[in-house]
């Protein structure tokens, strides 16, 4: 017996012990596709890096997230398209002016202690991640959820009681905005709106998140948790919907290196992992029905220092715009990244929900066309072979913004003479440097909150403090402004996306897409979801 | 003896206060801070955020607290990344793992390098002493940042024989591929040392008396030559149980054991204060720990040596 | 990772005899190293690794920095080792000639052991000959220092330091130099404690010449065959070193390269069909190692009166 062989028989054997042999029939089907269940039900997947908490009033990384939508349930979940579907509450009534929200519970609902989950524990919850006490680094998600008093609460004048949300009765959730918000609905399936059961935090401190302490709501529970290197979470017998949960057992790896990861994936070790930069043609063809890649919600785009600490060069508009048009957005998403990312002429992601890409002039020009103008803004500007312009350009250490650094300052050089510095920064320090304003070109990515075109827009505004660039036009502020009550804003996001393609603030490169590695055997997976947001227990394996 | 062990010790206390001022101020120096990340927080989420890790006090406090924790409770703090674990949970979790796998490693080194190197000496000239320069010269310069990827996709994907990472509670299959990568080097090393020891030594008079007298060659070896051998091999071996133990970062980067080294590095970058403090601390100590015992084996080995 | 205490000591006898044995040892040393054949070989094959690397440029068909927008992307079809297209040693991930980046990464890495091995050398041989020269209190607190500061896990100091100050070449050269001085230190203190006594310097002395004058212009060139030792076997710790640090991806600055980046990215890539941006580096990497060892020991052997 192999060893791979010896893990599996005892895994199985593991899983018919623990689960009631409920799944360990081979030849069970799903009652919707009818496929051949396989008999072992795991999932297992890999993380770049340990998450910095799975508290869900404190968690603030993406990774997190997708462990805590398995542990926990909130008020509402996406469904493999990203509709909203009923997850605790089973609906949810809005009053006239758009302001007050109410959400019925369901009455099924338990903690993985047999607890019935009550608007109580959504109450404490929302309340826990707005205090100063807890000092989460994602309380100013509730302060975009417009509640009532919750940038109040998070300053520290007035008690966190005063937050806007109130449990009317165990079935029933109210919530008090300060302004309509069209997609407030969605935020609650964020895992900062998640419930908490306060008998276990009362009981456990900060540690209440470790395995065998956690009590949580959602399909699967925390049964081993080893920072950096491995958590398993297994399927939660009191969770509401569990008979028709199928995996029983998700296991997540902490691989720092994606190409170790590879190995591993290839090896059986992974049912899932991310694709290293430039190696998805090769496994495309190789695994056809593995290689997978999706588009997800983020923008990958340089952002110019239009402040007096910049390049003055760049001051110039054309100047901006020649270095826009030189950068050949087909030879990146195909040559260097070569994993099904487009190419980017506007700053929000083409498929953003309610999102028409307008026509932005650049974007129907042919390469040629555009180089043949950026030499000419280039010189009209005074820079030519023998007066060539010098830029520096800074991007965090990593090998996919390497590449992408290298092959656009050559594009620069090669077609307008434009000698650019690289600057390979370490995270914190190009942070900083990028956040004092302390550049002239740096690299930026910008993933959505919420699926709808301001999410990206917005940083476009004077008073953004995502506005890197710095960058101020009083007509995107108002066109912006306008949009937030607007029937329908296209109008006004067509207008912001022409004038930043005229200003040239940002040099969008790219719309990112989700690459990875999927066993092919795990069915399920939400690949029209545009903010990738997964859910274990929608997942199946089919038998060979 | 007993003084000098005290002294040493002695001596050890204001080093380290050294080191924790030393990084400490080396820490926040660095541009960034543990609150930092892509979209800047609001700045009263920040103050709440300082307030409450106690980054709004002045710096002579923060470090006059640190200490006095540190000295009185042997409390590292709270981690500043991992918001729901201490600094003492992350290195009662990691530092078994590391200390496991640096064991087993160091064990591997010094049986596999001194056999190596005795056997290149007692046969030198010979094909094996060729064989076993050439592994040990090789050994050392292959980087086990190539070495470690190769071992899991010879032993891993092809074979199918042993797991390619992870540390599931330190099974024995976990740890092969862990310490061959980590104790390679080393090994290499010790293989060198004792090969030129051992040739020096049984080239000395000493020997050449007993080989003289008609003693059994092995009977030489293990007898005579052996222990002097060991006097240049065993003051390297303190630094190589400290190397590897910092060595673990590469070992703990591509077979993610979950050891202190990948803990460290992350922290360095996310600027993890707490964190980077307690591993260095424990590092320094152990440095210090060993060099110690180094020189006393030296002692009990070689008792021309006095203190 | 650094010499070892081992070598250290053999070197202190080797040094001691040098200076027992007076001018003569230069000749006698030479001609043992050249009767040693390994480091003979091996110093010519770094002689041919240090023109590659100062004078492969000449011979390149391609700028280093050059990306060849036709080939990215394609590297496991297009980008192999070819004559025709005068890419020697293909290209790498981003569709540069890997030949003139090979070229370079030998010369950077070469530069980061010499001169890592300079910086060591001169802070611990002139510390090192200072604290001797003075004795006494100076000399207890100078060695001490050096004891507090060998106890530091350095490794980690430099990870932090070049987190910090952002990574440059001076950076490397500084923060690598400075961690390996500590046993030169000790060296040069044990040789300059039996120089010092020395009828030639005492007479120094005696005429009133300045103290810096005497370790510089006395005591240093006494110590010079030991130091020459130290330094050759320091060089490829020092490349080694490097190459750990730029697998943290702390390394030199793109375009800039070194051949352990080079090594780190090949490793990247050696599963997805381009096998040869791992090996040209590796290769060039082992050698250069492989001969710096051998040029080490022959020097030592060729100073160590023991094994004659």
């Known amino acids: 017996m192999t060893f791979k062989t010896k893990l599996m028989a005892s895994t199985a054997a593991m899983l018919i012990a623990s689960s009631g042999a409920a799944w360990a029939d081979g030849h069970a089907t799903h009652p919707e596709t009818g496929d051949v269940l396989a008999s072992e039900q795991t999932f297992t997947y890999r993380d770049l890096d340990e998450s910095p908490s799975i508290d869900p009033g404190v968690a603030e990384d993406s990774a997190g997230g997708d462990i805590l939508r398995d542990l926990f349930e909130g008020l509402m979940n996406q469904d493999a398209d990203g509709n909203l579907i009923p997850g605790v509450a089973t609906g949810y009534e809005v009053s006239d002016d758009n302001l007050v929200y109410t959400f019925t519970l369901r009455d099924n609902a338990k903690w993985s202690n047999g607890d019935p989950v009550v608007a109580g524990d959504f109450e404490y919850a929302w309340k826990r991640a707005a205090s100063p006490e807890l000092a989460s680094p994602y309380s100013w998600f509730i302060e975009l959820m417009s509640l009532e008093n919750a940038s109040e609460v998070i300053a520290g004048d007035v008690e966190p009681s005063e937050l806007g949300v109130t449990a009317i009765d165990d079935m029933t959730l109210e919530v008090r905005l300060t302004q309509p918000l069209p997609y407030f609905a969605q935020m609650t399936t964020h895992f900062t709106t998640f419930p908490v059961h306060k008998a276990t935090v009362d009981a456990h401190g900060s540690e209440w998140t470790q395995a065998g302490n956690m009590v949580s709501n959602g399909a699967y529970k925390l049964t081993e948790f080893v920072p950096q290197e491995r958590m398993v979470r297994e399927r939660n017998e009191m969770y509401w919907d569990n008979e028709n949960t199928y995996i029983d057992t998700v296991t997540r790896l902490v691989i720092p290196d994606e190409n170790v990861a590879l190995t591993r994936y290839l090896a059986g070790e992974l049912d899932r992992t991310a694709v290293p930069t430039g190696q998805f043609p090769r496994l495309s063809e190789e695994y056809p029905d593995e290689a997978l890649s999706v588009p997800t919600a983020c923008s990958y785009y340089y952002t110019i220092n239009l402040t007096d600490t910049g390049n003055p060069a760049l001051m110039d508009p054309n100047v901006r715009k020649a270095l826009s048009l030189a950068v050949d957005r087909d030879v990146i998403v195909e040559n260097v990244l070569a994993g099904g990312q487009k190419p980017a002429y506007t700053f929000t992601h083409w498929a953003t929900a309610g999102f028409e890409t307008p026509d932005i002039p650049m974007a129907s020009m042919t390469q040629a066309d555009r180089n043949a103008m950026a030499a000419e803004l280039m010189s009209a500007a005074g820079y030519d072979a023998d007066n060539p312009l010098a830029v520096d350009l800074i991007y965090n250490t990593s090998e996919g913004h390497k590449s992408v650094a290298i092959a656009i300052s050559q594009m620069w050089k090669q077609t307008l003479g434009v000698e650019a510095t690289l600057d390979n920064q370490e995270w914190q320090t190009f942070l900083q440097t990028r956040g004092n304003q302390d550049y002239q070109i740096a690299r930026a990515g910008w993933c959505a909150d919420y699926n709808e075109a301001s999410t990206f827009l917005d940083l476009m505004d004077s008073n953004s403090g995502y506005n890197d660039a710095k960058y101020t036009n009083t007509e995107v502020d108002e066109l912006l402004a306008e949009a937030k009550t607007a029937d329908n804003p296209q109008a006004n996001y067509d207008r912001v996306e022409e004038i930043i393609a005229i200003d040239t603030p940002i040099i969008p490169i790219y719309h990112y897409a989700s690459v990875n590695m999927l066993n092919d055997n795990l069915e399920g997976w939400p690949v029209n979801n545009f903010q990738q947001n997964w859910y274990s227990k929608d997942f199946y394996k089919s038998a060979e | 003896m007993t003084a000098y062990i005290i002294r040493r010790l002695a001596v050890a206390i204001p080093t380290l206060l050294i080191l924790v001022i030393l990084s400490f101020i080396l820490m926040y120096a660095a541009p960034g801070g543990p609150f930092n990340s892509d979209r800047p927080l609001p700045p009263q989420v920040l103050a709440n955020l300082e307030a409450k890790y106690g980054l709004d006090q002045p710096f002579w406090k923060r470090i006059t607290t640190y200490v006095w924790s540190v000295t009185t409770q042997f409390d590292f703090g709270p981690s500043f990344k991992f918001k729901d674990r201490s600094v003492n949970d992350i290195i009662s979790q990691g530092f078994p793992v590391t200390l496991t796998y640096g064991f087993w490693s160091f064990i591997v080194a010094v049986v596999v390098g001194v056999s190596l190197g005795a056997a290149a000496a007692i046969r030198q000239n010979t094909w094996l002493d060729y064989l076993a320069v050439g592994i040990s010269v090789g050994a050392q310069v292959l980087p086990n940042f190539v070495l470690g990827p190769i071992l899991i996709i010879v032993f891993t994907l092809w074979l199918g024989v042993l797991p390619g990472g992870g540390w599931n509670g330190g099974q024995w299959q976990y740890l092969v591929m862990p310490v061959i990568a980590l104790s390679t080097s080393y090994m290499a090393s010790i293989a060198r040392i004792t090969r030129s020891s051992m040739l020096e030594v049984l080239n000395t008079n000493f020997i050449r008396t007993a080989r003289a007298k008609g003693l059994s060659p092995t009977r030489v070896i293990w007898k005579h030559a052996l222990k002097p051998t060991m006097l240049p091999v065993i003051s390297y071996l303190g630094p190589a149980f400290v190397g590897m133990i910092t060595g673990s970062v590469v070992v703990d980067l591509i077979f993610s054991t979950g050891g202190i080294g990948q803990f460290f590095v992350n922290s360095a970058f996310s600027r993890d204060y707490s964190v980077i403090m307690g591993i260095t601390i424990l590092v320094g100590s152990l440095t210090i720990l060993f060099n110690l015992v180094v020189d006393i084996l030296y002692a009990w080995i070689d008792p021309k040596i006095r203190y | ?308």
């Not at chain 3, 690794?49 to 297009?78: C, H, K, P, Y």
Request: glycine share 10%; aromatic share 12%.
């Open chain 3, 1 to 308: 990772m650094f010499p070892n205490k081992a070598t250290v000591e053999s070197l202190e006898d080797a040094a001691h005899m040098a200076e027992v044995q007076g001018r003569s040892l230069w000749g006698d040393a030479r001609e043992r190293f050249f009767r040693n054949r390994a480091a003979v070989v091996s110093l010519i094959v770094l002689i041919c690794i240090a023109a590659f690397g100062f004078l492969g440029e000449l011979v390149a068909q391609w700028e280093r920095d050059f990306v060849d927008f036709s080939l990215m992307g394609a590297n496991a079809t297009q980008g192999v080792p070819s004559f025709e297209t005068g890419h020697y040693f293909g290209t790498d991930a981003s569709g540069r000639d890997l030949f003139a980046r090979v070229v370079q990464g030998t010369r950077i890495s070469l530069m980061v052991g010499i001169v890592g091995a300079m910086v060591a050398v001169i802070v611990g041989t002139l510390y090192g000959a200072t604290a001797g020269y003075f004795g006494g209190r100076i000399d207890g607190i100078m060695m001490r220092t050096v004891d507090v500061l060998m106890s530091i896990p350095f490794m980690f100091v430099l990870i932090l330091m070049l987190v910090i100050f952002g990574r440059s070449l001076f950076m490397l050269f500084l923060g690598i130099g400075l961690i390996s001085w500590l046993d030169m230190a000790r060296i040069a203190r044990g040789q300059t404690l039996s120089i010092k006594n020395k009828e030639f310097v005492e007479v120094a002395f005696a005429t009133g010449v300045h103290p810096l004058k005497i370790i510089l212009r006395h005591i240093v060139p006494n110590l010079l065959g030991i130091v020459i030792v130290y330094a050759t076997l320091l060089v490829p710790s020092m490349i080694i070193f490097e190459s750990f640090i730029s697998f943290l991806g702390l390394g030199v600055q793109e375009p800039n390269t070194s051949l352990g980046a080079l090594i780190s990215e090949g490793n990247k890539n050696v599963g997805n069909g381009t096998p040869w941006q791992l090996a040209f580096p590796l290769a060039f990497f082992v050698v250069t190692i492989f001969a710096f060892f051998f040029v080490g020991d022959g020097l030592r052997d060729a100073l160590d009166p023991k094994d004659r």
